[in-house]
């Protein structure tokens, strides 16, 4: 059974399911679009072109077309696709055709999306009840999911956790003139939570805060109804904007974890999604919490693994199992559609050994290898590389990417080395845990906390990453590097030979990797 699953909106994507194994996930940013972009025909076709025959299933994720402003919001819509953005058991299925051919058609909630993209991407197991948490812009519940997989409790904990995340940036940024929230801001406020102390006293601090928790709505951020506080047009660099950033982490968290402890069984495993689950800093703290047998959560936890969680709703309607197998290297192929000018790059075949010397000695490598990772983080096929010990290749990279200095830099781990470099060498291939930093030699990757991001790397999970960071670990003691993602400001992954040259030569980088070929510029 072929399932073939689409997300609209804003990142929007396809997915293929066959026979309970992920086939591709194509979000439409990749290939150097636009972030966040929505589903595009380009997507479609690309996906096409790989499957080797038609759906037997056509699945669509329910959307909203546009959300009304008002302490209601999301709740009136003028138009939408499919079953909705709301609903446990909003589901819609009938008979339809493709292009002339019979195909099942399938649409559930977004809601259903994140819950089962969460379930099915999880390990597989006996459970007679399992948690998912879906915190994201809009939706900020828990879900209590039965060995048929049927949500049994809907516990609704904080609608739109995400937005009053990014609605704090916006209150503080002078930039911010109005309007919806911007869908990066989040991220930029969980750098900056790490400047700042949850335990301060600053009065007018948390009181900014605890307004911020009590609003209805941030669609639109009511960012004037903020003018008489202190953190208005503060500048989000300001100590005040990293405290209030510190505080608001500290506070969203233990809202949603207090709620878990008083409603939810003990010793369940619990699953989060939804683009609160890219916040480390809170993956981590579930972990710790203790409440849970286990915590999931999938690399692409935020709307970018939509349409997979479509995929798995409808193979699991289908089939009455919502387990797949799947690879975090579920994109495309990387495009050779040119080749580099000798006589700017000199070729040669990759040396591991003579590139962990290139590095060593200060070279920043932009690293391509098979398909492209779903989900936002990059994970050692389409990679920027680095030495990790000085603090000038941390602002290096962060001038390289175009984006502000005090954003961290993550890194990439043998699982050979944790133990020694790091104060827990559990693994953590997909990046979605902040751990403390052992080694003070790790300058560039660590952040202001004393904390990292790591991408653990096993001989298993990515052979190439594996050889280069052991090779780095002869010349230097440790298998650790640099780590960020391979793309234009604002833009998903590059992923074909004409961006990337574009993109080195503007940047200065002197040093391509694609697969075994190796391009050194001089």
């Known amino acids: 059974m072929l399932v073939l699953a689409f997300k609209p909106g804003h990142d929007g994507a396809v997915a293929a399911v066959a026979d309970g194994r992920l086939v591709m996930s194509l979000e439409s940013e990749k290939d150097s679009f636009a972030r966040y972009t929505t589903l595009t025909p380009v997507t479609l076709l690309e996906l096409a072109a790989h499957l080797g025959e038609p759906p037997d299933v056509v699945a669509i994720g329910g959307w909203n077309s546009k959300v009304e402003a008002g302490a209601r919001a999301a709740l ?31 649409s559930s909630s977004h809601e259903r ?3 089962f993209g969460a379930i099915g991407m999880a390990p597989r197991g006996e459970h007679p009840l399992q948690a998912v948490l879906v915190w994201e812009g809009i939706t900020g519940s828990f879900y209590l ?121 003990e010793g369940i495993p619990l699953r989060i999604s939804g683009g609160c689950g890219l916040n480390c800093d809170w993956n981590a703290a579930w972990r710790a919490l203790g409440h849970f047998s286990e915590v999931f959560v999938p690399p692409c936890t935020n709307d970018s693994g939509s349409a997979l969680g479509t995929a798995i709703d409808a193979y699991a309607d289908a089939t009455g199992d919502p387990y797949i ?47 492209w990772e779903i989900g936002p983080r990059a994970l050692g096929n389409r990679s920027l590389l680095a030495e990790p010990f000085r603090r000038e290749t941390h602002d290096l990279l962060n001038r390289i990417k175009q984006r502000e200095p005090y954003r961290p830099i993550a890194p990439c781990a043998r699982v050979e080395d944790l133990a020694a470099v790091f104060e827990e060498d559990f693994e953590d291939p997909h990046m979605l845990y902040f751990r403390r930093v052992r080694d003070r030699r790790l300058r560039a990757v660590t952040h202001v906390d004393g904390s990292a991001r790591v991408q653990t790397v096993s001989a298993g999970s990515n052979p190439a990453q594996h050889a280069l960071l052991s090779a780095f670990a002869r010349r230097t003691g440790v298998g650790v590097l640099c780590n960020t993602s391979l793309n234009f400001n604002g833009h998903g992954f590059i992923n074909r030979m004409s961006h990337l040259v574009e993109y080195c030569e503007s940047r200065g980088i002197k040093h391509m990797v694609v697969g075994r070929d190796w391009y050194a510029a001089p």
């Open 113 to 115: 999306s994140h819950i």
């Open 325 to 371: 197998d799947w690879d975090v290297y579920g994109g495309l192929e990387f495009v050779r559609d040119t080749a580099p000018d000798p006589a700017r790059w000199r070729h040669r075949p990759l040396d591991e050994d003579a590139l962990a010397g290139e590095i060593a000695r200060g070279a920043v490598v932009a690293w391509v290898q098979g398909r």
């Open 76 to 106: 009136h819509v003028r138009g939408g696709f499919g079953a909705g953005y709301f609903g446990t058991d909003s589901v819609l299925s009938r008979d339809s055709s493709w292009f002339g051919r019979p195909v099942r058609y399938f």
């Open 145 to 265: 999911v039965d060995d048929r997989f049927r949500v049994v409790r809907t516990i609704p904990v904080l609608a739109q956790p995400g937005a009053r995340f990014a609605a704090l940036f916006a209150i503080c940024d002078p930039t911010f003139t109005g309007g919806f929230v911007r869908l990066n801001d989040s991220g930029k406020l969980m750098a900056l939570a790490a400047f700042g102390d949850a335990a301060s006293d600053d009065p007018e601090v948390a009181q900014v805060v605890e307004r911020l928790l009590k609003l209805d709505n941030l669609f639109p951020v009511p960012k004037e109804e903020f003018r008489d506080s202190p953190l208005y047009n503060c500048g989000v660099e300001s100590e005040r904007a990293k405290t209030a950033a510190a505080v608001l982490t500290e506070r969203l968290f233990r809202v949603f974890a207090d709620a878990a402890v008083r409603h939810l069984p």
